[in-house]
Nanobody, 115 residues
Framework: QVQLVESGGGLVQAGGSLRLSCAAS????????MGWYRQAPGNQRELVAR???????NYADSVKGRFTISRNNTKNTVYLQMNSLKSEDTAVYYC?????????WGEGTRVTVSS
């Protein structure tokens, strides 16, 4: 059973920064691609950033240049550094991985950006 636990969300003013963490257990973390998604009220869940086992990354256009995804395979943790936050970044942020053909989600961490 794979478990993902997100942390690091909170309330921040526009222009500020937050770093989200997602701790994984129950799988061979180092071989899995990991992703950060977000869902704002009334919107569909969308991909924010993704990192492969080899460290290749891709980002949503809306966060390019502001957000950075990284991973520490020793700690089984993936991070999302969010800088220059905007009010439109307000959402619940979720961590995702897939193994054995099954997607696993964390319960999410809420980010609120005040303008």
């Amino acid at each position: 059973q794979v478990q993902l636990v997100e942390s690091g969300g909170g309330l921040v003013q526009a222009g500020g920064s937050l770093r989200l963490s997602c701790a994984a257990s129950g799988s061979r973390f180092s071989i899995n691609a990991m992703g950060w998604y977000r869902q704002a009220p009334g919107n569909q869940r969308e991909l924010v950033a993704r990192i492969t086992s080899g460290g290749s990354t891709n980002y949503a256009d809306s966060v390019k240049g502001r957000f950075t995804i990284s991973r520490n395979n020793t700690k089984n943790t993936v991070y999302l550094q969010m800088n220059s936050l905007k009010s439109e970044d307000t959402a619940v942020y979720y961590c995702l991985t897939a193994t054995g053909g099954v997607n696993y989600w964390g319960e999410g961490t809420r980010v609120t950006v005040s303008s």
